[in-house]
Structures are given as structure tokens and as C-alpha cells.
């Protein structure tokens, strides 16, 4: 079992940075792939990024991908999403989520247990 929090969420213009954490609890985090995804109003959650338990492996949304950066700290049972050059589009409320199943990184919303309250993120244009 893991509980997740995250935090760092807020209002940015166009063009400026945030960066996401999502603090974990539990002893088993180091052994879990974790992802990024997020909904902006009247419609479903989508993949934004997601990280091999060993953070090898990254994977991105084509709509992040050059902007966004996922990281995790096992030490610090916290992975972050470093978000850069925001759009208006990037509005949504983000949510970290923890997969504890073996195999591979998943970037489906189905692939993922445990999931954070999520931390709202709004750009202004």
C-alpha cells in the first residue's frame, strides 16, 4: 500500500516553470513505476509522463515531450515533474500515480494502482 502526495501546483502565465513532487509514503516505492497524468475540465485523464522504478526509463506524452521532465529521488520516496516553457493547454489538475505491478512502465490510466488527490496547475495566456 502507498499514499501519495502531491504539491507545487498553481497559477503561472504562458512560458514560465513549475515543478511537480509527489511525496510517497510506504516501503515499497523504490520497487514502482510511477506516472504523471492529468484532466483539465470536461474531459478524461491523460498520460502526461511515467518513470521506470530505477528511473532509467522515461516516457512522455507528444504534447510534453521537450518541455516536461519526470525524475524521482528513491531516497526521498518523491518523483517530480519539472515542467517547462507552460501553455495554456497545459491547465489541468495533475495526479501522480504508483503502478506496483511487475512488468513494464505503463501509460495507461488502467495501469496504475494507487493515485495522489492531485494538485491543481492553471496558465494564464
Known amino acids: 500500500q502507498v499514499q501519495l502526495v502531491e504539491s507545487g501546483g498553481g497559477l503561472v502565465q504562458a512560458g514560465a516553470s513549475l515543478r511537480l513532487s509527489c511525496a510517497a509514503s510506504g516501503r515499497t516505492f523504490s520497487r514502482y513505476h510511477m506516472g504523471w497524468f492529468r484532466q483539465a475540465p470536461g474531459k478524461e485523464r491523460e498520460f502526461v509522463a511515467a518513470?521506470?522504478?530505477?528511473?532509467?526509463?522515461?516516457y512522455y506524452a507528444d504534447s510534453v515531450k521537450g518541455r516536461f521532465t519526470i525524475s524521482r529521488d528513491n531516497a526521498k520516496k518523491t518523483v517530480y515533474l519539472q515542467m517547462n516553457s507552460l501553455k495554456p493547454e497545459d491547465t489541468a489538475v495533475y495526479y501522480c500515480?504508483?503502478?506496483?505491478?511487475?512488468?513494464?512502465?505503463?501509460?495507461?490510466?488502467?495501469?496504475?494502482?494507487?493515485w495522489g488527490q492531485g494538485t491543481r496547475v492553471t496558465v494564464s495566456s
Open positions: 518513470i521506470s522504478w530505477s528511473g532509467g526509463s522515461t
Open positions: 500515480a504508483a503502478d506496483p505491478r511487475p512488468g513494464g512502465v505503463q501509460i495507461a490510466v488502467r495501469g496504475y494502482d494507487y
